[in-house]
Each structure stands twice: as C-alpha cells, then as structure tokens.
C-alpha cells in the first residue's frame, strides 16, 4: 500500500480575476511545471492552517482561515505515494505576493490556463478552476 501524502493547495483570486500559478523550482520533483501555491500538512495541523503557514512561507502573504472557502480536491496515485489535495477559494489577504523559495509565480486568466504545464494531480482540476474564475 502506498503512502498517503496529505497537501493543502489554495487558489488564490486576485481582483482581477486572475488565478496566482507557482512554477516548481530546479532541484525539486516535477520542476518546471506549474501549480496551486501550497503545501504538505504537518502532523497535528489542520489542512487550512497548513495552507495559512505555506503562504506566509512560500508567498510571504498574510492569509486568515476565515476566508478559506472549500472549492474541490485532488486525489492521484503517483508512483511512490498516494496524493491527496484538498483546494480552498481565497480571494483576501494581506502583503504582495512573491516567491520567497526561489519560484516564479504567475496570475493567470481562465482562457491562458492551458499554457501552464501542471502535474498530473493538478491537471483534472482545471475545469473547477476555469468556472472559480467566471
């Protein structure tokens, strides 16, 4: 039986109705393409307040569990693990985003999301994210 890998994705909506992508750096799994900022769940923390600390860490964005809206997940067998993804809507926080690991981010439109090579966990998610940003 696989390892299952729990990771809180958040699809952060700008005002212009854009969506916020992050490009995996050189170095990592999967490098080069594209996903959903976030982050793997820590022992004893909830999926939300996971995604909370990944963005102050990752984005150097202030994000409150209030304005965490349940929106889809992730469910995807990799070769090594079992990943499981919960993704929350967030169109509020505080500070400007930037990559603070080294990875370009990128707000993009609901018709430029094809343009954007994602993993394979990420790719069924489009469709949801497409109608998040109508």
Known sequence: MKKLVLVAAGALIDADGRLLLAERPAGKAMAGLWELPGGKVEAGESPEAALVR????????????????PLTFASHA????????????CRRWRGTVS????????????????????????????????????
């Not at 963005?55 to 965490?68: F, K, N, Q, S, Y």
């Open 54 to 69: 990944e963005c102050r860490e990752e984005l150097g964005i202030t994000v409150d569990i209030a304005d965490l809206a």
């Open 78 to 89: 990799y070769t090594e693990f079992h990943l499981l993804m919960p993704v929350f809507l």
């Open 99 to 134: 990559g603070l690991e080294g990875q370009a981010c990128a707000w993009v439109a609901a018709e430029d999301l094809d343009r954007y090579p994602m993993p394979p966990a990420d790719e069924p998610l489009v469709g949801v994210l497409r109608r998040a940003l109508a």
